[in-house]
């Protein structure tokens, strides 16, 4: 199944959910806001919402700094 993270192609399993796929991106699920196809979800939306095929995806990671 293809979806776009950030612009870029990838194939990723079917039904992986968002948490899965922040799992397999090493990204921490409480540092990002992710926007699936025009829509931000929450945090609680991460484990329920499955991927679709042609998903469109933004993903943002806050980082600290000074």
């Known amino acids: 199944m293809n979806i776009r993270i950030n612009g870029l192609s990838r194939e990723v399993t079917a039904s992986l959910s968002i948490l899965q796929l922040l799992s397999e991106l090493e990204l921490c699920p409480e540092?990002?806001?992710?926007?699936?196809?025009?829509?931000?979800?929450?945090?609680?939306?991460?484990?329920?919402?499955?991927?679709?095929?042609?998903?469109?995806?933004?993903i943002v990671q806050f980082v600290g700094g000074g």
């Open 31 to 58: 540092h990002v806001v992710v926007e699936v196809n025009s829509t931000i979800l929450t945090s609680t939306q991460f484990s329920q919402y499955h991927l679709q095929d042609d998903d469109v995806l933004e």
